[in-house]
């Protein structure tokens, strides 16, 4: 029975090791709310919106008086952004 266990443990560490375990998941939102929260269009180029991310992040950071939480929406509304204009790159 103990062999079971230790077997079964190593099972589940391999398991996450191997899919990245839960640390490593992707967050991330919709295009819509991104674009609402950073004030940018679905035309805009990366300067654009790179810019608005500056002046918003600078008022939402928390050594700003902002919370984290603001902070990481606004970082992570930023990446989907980019990351979508990579995507339209085909890059």
Request: proline residues 4%.
């Amino acid at each position: 029975m103990g062999k079971l266990i230790v077997l079964l443990a190593l099972g589940a560490i391999a398991y996450f090791w191997w899919t990245g375990g839960a640390a490593r998941r992707r967050v991330t939102m919709p295009l819509s709310e991104a674009r609402s929260l950073l004030g940018v269009t679905p035309g805009d180029d990366a300067e654009t919106i790179r810019a608005a991310h500056r002046r918003i992040i600078a008022r939402v950071h928390p050594d700003a008086g902002g919370t984290p939480e603001l902070a990481r929406r606004t970082n992570l509304a930023r990446d989907v952004l980019l990351a979508e204009l990579e995507r339209g790159r085909g890059n």
